[in-house]
Structure formats: C-alpha cells, structure tokens
Nanobody, 121 residues
Framework: VQLQASGGGLVQAGGSLRLSCTLS????????IGWFRQAPGTERTIVAT????????TYVDSVKGRFTISRDNAKNTAHLQMNSLKPEDTAVYFC???????????????WGQGTQVTVSS
C-alpha cells in the first residue's frame, strides 16, 4: 500500500500550486482524504478534508476561499489546489487516507510522504 504526495515547490506570494495524492494497493473510494501541514517547530495540523465520494469538503478557516480539495476516484487521486498563497502557508504538506466522523477527521489509515511548499514574500 502506498500513498504518494507530490506537487510541492517554491512559489512567490500570490502564486498557486496544485498538490496531488495517489493511493495504490487499496480501493481509493473506501477512504476520506485529508491534507495536513507541518511548519518547522509546530505540530501537524489539518488543512482540508474530502469525503469518499467528493460531496463533502471541509477547510481550516485560514485557507477558506483560497484552497480547494477535490478527488477523482476513477484515477485514485486527490488534489489540493492552492491559490493566493501566503508566506504563512509555508510547510511540509502531507496527504492522509482515513475516515471521517460526521465532518471531522477521525482516523488515519495511511500517510503519504510530505511534500515541501515554500512561499516567498
């Protein structure tokens, strides 16, 4: 089983990046997908979640209106489109496959490796 995250990089403030997360070895539609981030010296925190069929998405307040989470179960892939990036968005971003309880992230079954996002001012 492998959860692969990609798409990070260096971008100027106001720019955009699109992160991707692909699951192999398991049925992708079984799982909700979450994107988390961790800046140096801080805890890993949730950024966005999407339920198994893509009908329900949630976002942390700091990214609402700028980030969009989506998924394509036919391609076993989820995306995090990040627009209007700010220096405070700089972090290592992780995708996770797991389960929601209502709209809250409940349990992580698999973690992807992190992908670095750096936003310069």
């Amino acid at each position: 089983v492998q959860l692969q995250a990609s798409g990070g990089g260096l971008v100027q403030a106001g720019g955009s990046l699109r992160l991707s997360c692909t699951l192999s070895g398991r049925t992708f539609a079984t799982y909700a997908i979450g994107w988390f981030r961790q800046a140096p010296g801080t805890e890993r925190t949730i950024v966005a979640t999407i339920n198994w069929d893509g009908t329900q998405a949630t976002y942390v307040d700091s990214v609402k209106g700028r980030f969009t989470i989506s998924r394509d179960n036919a391609k076993n892939t989820a995306h995090l489109q990040m627009n209007s990036l700010k220096p405070e968005d700089t972090a290592v971003y992780f995708c996770a496959a797991g389960f929601l309880y209502g709209s809250a992230w409940y349990n992580t079954e698999y973690w992807g490796q992190g992908t670095q996002v750096t936003v310069s001012s």
